[in-house]
């Protein structure tokens, strides 16, 4: 293992900064030995902050239907082939109800870009789910919209948003997606909603076609600035129906090792262990959490619809009820030493044993 990239690992753990070209160089740098290293020091970070605690979101996929075309989407507009569904708005707050007895206290509501879910119906889910359950948080998911309804969203209670900027470089985002989408409303969207005061979660993809070693590079620096209350990161999964389809997924190892490298940067980072890692391999979520990722998200979706929300291929948890769902999970995390908590699963305050938030600016005066 070369020592100037375990000393750049050090120098991440100690700043919790890099300068961009060495974030890339630890990229193109990867081994498992250089992985194993990065894990050893994420855990220790992780743990230092929510022990062995994993806090777990309870996800339901409220609408298949989306106006995009992502190229890489197996539920993009102009795939004729997949099958569309949307929940009424009583099965959401049902999901949720059963969900909250399961022991959730965080939903996460995630759909294509539908414009049936207008602002006057989310905003009317949000308030029920709330009202029924004030110890809860409910976290949307629902893509690109105005500024005003983001706010009205947050003014009726909707406490986090998650919104991948899936690629932080310009060039990259244009061959991923169409050119009626834009990479500037994307960053738009992020802004406003870190502005309006949700807790906000952005992400990308591993593996994605055509990423290199310095896109990813500039992903990290992108997080490292932006400092979002969530990240969620998973392999590229190809989709049958897609461009895409022949495309190699992502590696689940340099997942693993850019969530050890998050956690080294972000300590109370909320960083999911994703579905995708699960697809690709059958252990790739009890992997996550041990490069040092703290969150999982069991499905709460109705089993009718869920084989339906198909953003890649061979997705698992399809079949499930959500409590077998919750119950597989918990039993997974139990195997590796950790334990699934009834908690909203805030950001916890960073001890500074481990250098905590560090010194850096507030991103606001960095823009
Ligand atoms: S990635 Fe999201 S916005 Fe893009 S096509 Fe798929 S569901 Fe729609």
Redesign the pocket.
Known sequence: MEQSLTRLVDELSSSRELPLEDYERLIAGYSPELAAYAAERAVAVRKSVYGTDVFVRGLIEISSY?K???RY?G???SNATAERYRLAPDTIVDCANEGYDLGFRTFVLQG??DPWFDDERLCDIVRRIKEVHPDCAVTLSM?ERSRASYQALFDAGADRYLLRHETATREHYERLHPARMSFDDRMRCLRDLRDIGYAVGCGFMVGSPYQTAAHLAADLKFVERFRPQMCGIGPFVPHHATEFAQKPAGSVALTCFLLSLLRLMQPNLLLPATTALGTLDARGREKGILAGANVVMPNLSPTAVRSMYS?YDNKICTGEESAQCRGCLSTRMLSIGYTVVVDRGDPRAATMAFGGEGTRPDPKEEE
């Open positions: 989306c995009n075309d992502c989407c539920i993009r507009a294509g870009e893509g953003l």
